[in-house]
């Protein structure tokens, strides 16, 4: 069964940073591409970027691009979306979904982590 | 990269059909058979419905189907039932390698 688990809920404060993760099992972690999505409070889903763990070839929505960094570690099958200096705007539900060889589509999607930034 | 351009909301009764359109340019929608459909009910995870404009992942009802004319993608669910309210999101990839998602839709079933 194939299945990403994200860890959990995350309360930072604006400045400080923070890695989150998305564990992949039940296929072959590096013949997919991994995809990160936020959701914002009541708001629609944005395309942040793209990872494909075999080789590390990394994608960025010029929206997202210098905000965040997207990184995978194929030798135990996760992928991260990190930030070096969190803002409230960060605000959000952030899921991870594995996506086939062209990325046309997302077929299974982590459960999301909540992330909350406030002083 | 803009959004593409659903409509806020659809309603529709039980058994009826409703359609949600997607509107894009040649450089995402138009330009690739590369569409997809989310269905998101509240606190959960977006699932994937239609891929590559009008195929059904397995499991997905045969209620769900999808098409593509010029720039303009389409859902269309038959029968509507109480479980299909919802928020749905179209994607697509685009001429910049990347993919962008609707502002997503949310049906009501009245």
């Known amino acids: 069964e194939v299945q990403l688990v994200q860890s959990g809920a995350e309360v930072k404060k604006p400045g400080e940073s923070l890695k989150i993760s998305c564990k992949g099992s039940?296929?072959?972690?590096?013949?997919?591409?991994i995809g990160w999505v936020r959701q914002m409070p009541g708001k629609g889903l944005e395309w942040m970027g793209i990872?494909?763990?075999?080789?590390?070839?990394?994608r960025y929505s010029p929206s997202f691009e210098g905000q965040v960094t997207i990184s995978a570690d194929k030798s135990i099958s996760t992928a991260y979306l990190q930030w070096s200096s969190l803002k409230a705007s960060d605000t959000a539900m952030y899921y991870c979904?594995?996506?086939?060889?062209?990325?046309?589509?997302?077929?299974?999607w982590g459960q999301g982590t909540l992330v909350t930034v406030s002083s | 990269q803009s959004a593409l351009t659903q409509p806020a909301s659809v309603s529709g009764s039980p058994g009826q059909s409703i359609t949600i359109s997607c509107t894009g340019t040649s450089s995402d929608v138009g330009g690739y058979n590369y569409v997809s459909w989310y269905q998101q009910h509240p606190g959960k995870a977006p699932k994937l419905m239609i891929y590559?404009?009008?195929n059904r992942p397995s499991g997905v009802s045969n209620r769900f189907s999808g098409s593509k004319s010029g720039n303009t993608a389409s859902l269309t669910i038959s029968g509507l039932q109480a479980e299909d309210e919802a928020d749905y999101y179209c994607s697509s990839y685009t001429s910049s390698s990347t993919m962008v998602f609707g502002g997503g839709t949310k049906l009501t079933v009245l």
């Open positions: 990872i494909y763990p075999g080789d590390s070839d990394t």
């Open positions: 979904a594995r996506h086939p060889v062209r990325w046309n589509y997302a077929d299974y």
């Open positions: 590559d404009v009008s």
């Open positions: 039940g296929y072959s972690f590096t013949s997919y591409w």
